[in-house]
């Protein structure tokens, strides 16, 4: 008789999803923007999503590998114009698993 085999579950955190974005934009596929431009696509991302009543979204940057010197230039300046917005709570670095320093996770105001 052979051995009986174990089913493991990977074990899941009860409150992994309150911490998920409900939503999430990616500036990936756009082409070149001009700054401008990152700010108008942002504002009307965000306004969709006050709209909608959700408190916590990403963006997806990119790492700026593909930008001249390598250097990121979308996520430091998107990261200054989300945090002059009014209704914006907080901004932070998205967690590994949903790209990291590639993405910027934001928390907007529930009001």
């Not at 579950?9 to 998920?20: E, I, M, R, T, W």
């Not at 999430?24 to 070149?32: L, P, S, V």
Request: charged letters at 30%; proline letters at 4%; a positive charge.
């Amino acid at each position: 008789m052979g051995k009986k085999k174990r089913n493991f579950k990977k074990k899941l955190n009860k409150y992994d999803n309150l911490s998920k974005p409900q939503a999430e934009f990616d500036f990936h596929d756009r082409g070149i923007l001009i700054m401008g431009e990152v700010e108008a696509l942002a504002n009307e991302f965000l306004d969709e999503c006050m709209r909608r009543g959700l408190t916590k979204v990403l963006f997806i940057t990119g790492k700026g590998l593909h930008s001249r010197n390598g250097m990121p230039v979308i996520k430091p300046h998107l990261r200054k114009f989300l945090n002059s917005l009014p209704y914006v709570v907080r901004v932070y670095e998205g967690r590994f698993d949903r790209g990291g320093t590639g993405t910027l996770e934001v928390i907007l105001s529930s009001n």
